[in-house]
Every structure is written in C-alpha cells, then in structure tokens.
C-alpha cells in the first residue's frame, strides 16, 4: 500500500494559464475524490468518482474545472484560464466501496499559487 | 444545505491538559461521522462512528457520537505537544458518495 499520491506538489502559475494535477489512488480504492482546501478551511468538495464514472459534481465548481478518470484508475483535475482565487491546495483522496462509507485516504496535496 | 460545525476554532492549552472537541451537524441522509488529524499536508484518518453512544478510543483519543443531538466530540487526555494539529470533522452523506467537512478546530499545545 503506497498511499495516495498526487502530482506536482507545488504548482505557481500566471493567471490566465491553464493547470493540470494528477493523482494517482491507493490500487484497489474504486472512489476517488477531489477537494479543495484554502487556508483556515476545511476541505470542500469538488468531484467524486466510481471508477471511471464521475457521479457527482460540486454545484460551485466553474466550468473552467474539469476532472476525468481514464479507466478508472489515475485522475487528472485541469483548471483552465487560472485566477488568483483559484490558489489553494488540492486534495485527492480515494476510498474502498462500503455500506457504511469506509474512510478518504488523502493525499498530500497540490499546493496551486496564481500570481 | 449540508452542514458541519466545529467549536472552538481555535484553542491554546499546557501540555498534560485533557481537551474536547465538538462537532455538529445538519445533514440529510446520514451515513457516518469522521475526525481527522491534519498537520502540514494530507488529514489523517482518526475515527469513524455510525452508531449512537459507542465510544472509540485509541491511546488517549477517544470519540463518541450523538445521533439524536447531531453532535460528536473528540477527546484528548494527558495532551502532548505532538498533538498540535488542526482537527477535522466530516460527514459521510447519500450512502457514502460525499464527505462534508467542518472548518476544523486548531489545537496548540504548549510545553
């Protein structure tokens, strides 16, 4: 079990720029999640999967975020034309099916600064 | 609106001292309640809980929740400076498929 991993670990771009973060969960985590947290903030919620299938989308993500999961396996989060509000660190975390919700296993995150 | 709340924010204690931590909630469709450890970088799994009253203990963490007041609360005796760290709590909500999480509590503990 080598945990969840993410990549870059640190992102600085220019505004207008576009990103993107990869993750990569723990091998037999069928869930995988994205959060986002700023400072002095929980974590807040961006997308879930199921495998390949992106079952739920957070009502405040922009359109400029998308997510995708090719095979079910790693994920990429892509922000396009990047704005200063966008800085923030991004949490990847995964988790096993379970009928009683098994718990995120997350990430050490990308920390994303937009100068 | 799903809703978790944590109290104190913040809290600054000695070393030695026994601290409690609260979360509550309003969620809809329920599943369980977590608390974890966040220090610099990736939070940490504590606990989970889904029945009422059952308490959790690990060393000197220990967690109970309350599902008739929607509340949960951390405890941590005998503190240690190791323990420093901002503690989140979240609900699982929809069968599992989302987590919301409160705003943390930042514990500091002095020597």
């Given amino acids: 079990d080598t945990g969840v991993s993410q990549d870059p670990r640190h992102k600085i771009t220019k505004r207008g ?22 400072l002095g903030q929980g974590p807040e919620f961006l997308t879930y999967f199921q495998n390949e299938a992106q079952l739920e989308k957070s009502r405040l993500l922009s359109d400029r975020f998308s997510a995708e999961r090719p095979k079910g396996s790693f994920s990429t989060l892509e922000i396009q034309r990047t704005e200063q509000g966008d800085s923030a660190m991004y949490l990847c975390a995964s988790s096993s099916p379970d009928s009683l919700g098994s718990p995120l296993h997350f990430g050490n995150g990308t920390r994303l600064t937009v100068t | 609106e799903d809703k978790v709340v944590q109290s104190p924010l913040s809290l600054v204690v000695h070393e030695g001292d026994t ?11 329920f599943r369980s309640l977590l608390w974890y450890k966040q220090e610099k970088k990736a939070p940490t799994f504590l606990f989970m809980l889904t029945s009422s009253g059952i308490e959790k203990k690990s060393g000197r963490l220990s967690s109970i929740l309350d599902k008739k007041e929607l509340f949960s609360i951390l405890n941590i005796t005998a503190t240690q400076t190791g323990d420093s760290a901002v503690y989140l709590c979240a609900v699982s909500t929809s069968y599992g498929q989302n987590f919301v999480f409160g705003p943390g509590t930042r514990l500091s503990v002095l020597p």
Avoid: K
């Fill in chain 1, 17 to 38: 720029q576009n990103v993107t973060f990869r993750c990569d969960p723990i091998s037999e985590h069928n869930r995988l999640y994205w959060y986002r947290q700023t």
């Fill in chain 2, 19 to 29: 601290v409690t931590l609260n979360c509550s909630y309003e969620v809809t469709n």
